[in-house]
Every structure is written in C-alpha cells, then in structure tokens.
C-alpha cells in the first residue's frame, strides 16, 4: 500500500526537541488530513487541508503547527510537547473534502518523554 | 456541530456467528456514513458506505442500515470469521456542505473467536 506515505513511523522525543512528521499522498487528491489516534479518542481529526488551504483547525494547540506546500504533501511540525502528545500520527487524503472516501497513512508512532 | 455516539466498545462473538454495531449521530443534515476496518497495527480502510438516499447497502457479507428518521446506522457482518477481527469505526458526515469532514465513532473492537 503505497498510496499514503509517512515518515517516519516511529520517533522518540524530549519535551524540548523540535521534530516534524512528513505525509506525501500519490493519489491526486487535493484534500489532507491530520488525525491523532490514542486510547482516549481513537479517531481525533487535527487539521485539514483542501487544495493547500486550511479549512479545519480542531482547536489544536500551538506545538502542534501543519503546513501544506502542496497538494501532494502534508507536515506537522511539533515543539515543546507534552508526554500526553504520544500518540499514533495518522495522515490522511480525499479527493475533495466533500465526502470522499478518505485513505489513510501507516502512521508515525510518536513517544514524548 | 456532529456528535457520532457508537455501541458497543467491544463485541465478541464465535466464528460464524453475526456481529452488530450501532451508531446514531445528532446533526440531521449528515447524509453520508462511511464504516472503516482497522486492523491491529495497521492503518484504517474503507471496507462499505452509505448515503442518505439509500436505506440500506450490501457487500457480500457486509450490510451497512440507515434509519434516517431515527439518525442512527448500523453495520452487519453475517458469518464471522477470525479475520473480520478489528476494530470499527463508524462516522458521519455533510456531502455537499463547506464542511465534508468526517466525525468519527469512538470504535468497536470486534473479537470473533474460532
């Protein structure tokens, strides 16, 4: 399945690193998504992307930061996390964001220590 | 905004048995209810959906009822087998509106015993 990629899939980091997580979908789509999935709530949509604009913030803190230099990649740069920030990062592609069938990435499985 | 409740949280049933998950959502101009497989370690997939047009969907053993007066959908596995083991994620969402995204269901992790 190579239609979503994420890298990397796994990442260790302190409170104080700066690290960014990288979605490339190669499906022609034009909306991204990003999901935080742990055992509290399995399936919490972050950002979403339509034709590189952001049309969905979920209330998101600021360590968290997305940005979409095209319609083809997705990043989520993160700073100064929080160990409750560990999490599987699930990105995420649709045609449209208009009820299409949305593909998702492997994840990266992000541990803050 | 969409609120997507989702019952049961776990279900176990013996192989060949059916499974039977529940979900009802709030907002009442949501016509479109995907339902996705995860299994463990991997990521999410599409496995059937429905739209608000149709009252009821199948796909070989996968059958997908919308009750829209009720606002609530189900899925339906009929002959279980230990690989329909996963977790379920139903969810809700506005085909046509300015905002399509998807609410998500909080899962269903299904366990069919051989």
């Known amino acids: 399945e190579t239609g979503v990629t994420q890298t990397p899939r796994h990442l260790v980091m302190g409170m104080t690193n700066k690290k960014s997580l990288k979605c490339e979908q190669h499906l022609g789509h034009n909306a991204m998504y990003w999901y935080k999935q742990s055992a509290k709530k399995p399936l919490e949509l972050m950002f979403v992307y339509n034709f590189k604009e952001q049309t969905e913030n979920n209330s998101v803190p600021s360590r968290f930061s997305p940005e979409c230099p095209n319609s083809s990649h997705l990043f989520l740069h993160l700073h100064t996390l929080q160990p409750e920030d560990s999490a599987l990062y699930l990105c995420?592609?649709?045609?449209?964001?208009?009820?299409?069938?949305?593909?998702f990435g492997p994840g990266t499985r992000l541990t803050v220590t | 905004g969409e609120n997507v409740e989702q019952h049961p949280s776990t279900l176990s049933v013996q192989e060949g048995d059916s499974a039977v998950i529940k979900c009802t959502y709030s907002?009442?101009?949501?016509?479109?209810f995907p339902w996705y497989k995860q299994e463990l370690g991997k990521r999410p997939q599409l496995i059937i959906d429905?739209?608000?047009?149709?009252g009821e969907k199948k796909d070989q053993r996968i059958a997908v009822t919308l009750n829209k007066t009720a606002k609530h959908f189900s899925l339906h596995i009929t002959e279980t087998q230990p690989e329909d083991s996963a977790v379920y994620f139903c969810?809700?969402?506005?085909?046509?509106?300015?905002?399509?995204?998807?609410?998500f269901g909080k899962g269903t992790k299904l366990s069919v015993k051989p």
């Open positions: 907002d009442s101009a949501s016509n479109y």
């Open positions: 995420a592609s649709s045609l449209m964001t208009d009820s299409y069938e949305q593909y």
């Open positions: 429905i739209r608000s047009n149709v």
């Open positions: 969810a809700a969402s506005t085909y046509g509106g300015s905002q399509g995204n998807l609410i």
